[in-house]
């Protein structure tokens, strides 16, 4: 079956504008993380979304961050304001289960690459 | 501080040995430790979830244990082969939270 899709995969924007990465999910998948990599390092949580709840935003860098999943399936996240420092691979993963606590495997998508000149 | 260690050196080991890759974490108390392989320019792919009551898992060649006195994590590749060749990244998952929070990754190379 279809992975976790990302688009675009790579975007270059100039400083100060703002940018919206999209992230589809598996089907029927209850939850949806938001991550940042930079190169040679682990993901780093951004933000938690439990159908359109978003349920945890405390790794979202800054106030230019913000994401959404209005309907419980596609999400965006949105970069406004752009700065150079906000380059780095954006990934969203996917997740079956849901609820505190509780931890099931994540799929991850293939990320999209932000270049901010 | 809170802080998950990984092996940062580059893990070089010869084909049919069994690889043994380390997490340690310090100043968490995880629910739950996830292990990932990735490889260069994917996303990580999940392998092996070990909950804090367990204290060994095994799928096919791949074996993981949790050790929460320790404050560690150890994941072996038996009869290793080139393809196992990657990036292999442990996540935690603290009680009562959603973040998953990731380590830094070992960089493995099975030598045929």
């Known amino acids: 079956g279809a992975g976790v899709s990302q688009s675009p995969r790579y975007k270059v924007t100039k400083r100060g504008q703002d940018v919206a990465l999209r992230c589809d999910p598996i089907s029927g998948h209850v939850s949806l993380y938001w991550y940042r990599q930079a190169l040679g390092q682990g993901p780093e949580f951004l933000t938690y979304?439990?159908?359109?709840?978003?349920?945890?935003k405390s790794g979202l860098p800054n106030d230019r961050f913000s994401a959404e999943r209005p309907e419980g399936s596609i999400s965006t996240l949105t970069i406004q304001r752009t700065e150079q420092r906000d380059s780095a691979m954006y990934r969203c993963?996917?997740?079956?289960?849901?609820?505190?606590?509780?931890?099931?495997?994540?799929?991850f998508g293939p990320g999209t690459r932000l270049t901010v000149t | 501080s809170q802080k998950i260690e990984q092996n940062s050196e580059a893990l070089n080991i010869q084909e049919g040995k069994t690889a043994t890759l380390t997490c340690n974490y310090t100043n968490y108390s995880p629910a739950y430790l996830q292990w990932y392989r990735q490889d260069p320019g994917r996303g990580p792919v999940f392998l092996l979830l070990?909950?804090?009551?367990?204290k060994e898992k095994r799928k096919e060649r791949l074996k993981v244990t949790f050790d929460t006195t320790l404050k560690q994590s150890l994941f072996h590749i038996t009869a290793s082969q080139p393809a196992d060749s990657a990036t292999y990244l442990c996540?935690?998952?603290?009680?009562?939270?959603?973040?998953?929070?990731f380590g830094t990754g070992t960089r493995l190379k099975v030598l045929a």
């Open positions: 070990i909950r804090e009551n367990e």
């Open positions: 996540a935690l998952l603290t009680s009562g939270t959603y973040k998953y929070i």
């Open positions: 993963a996917s997740s079956p289960g849901e609820g505190l606590s509780v931890s099931y495997e994540q799929y």
């Open positions: 979304f439990n159908y359109e709840a978003q349920q945890d």
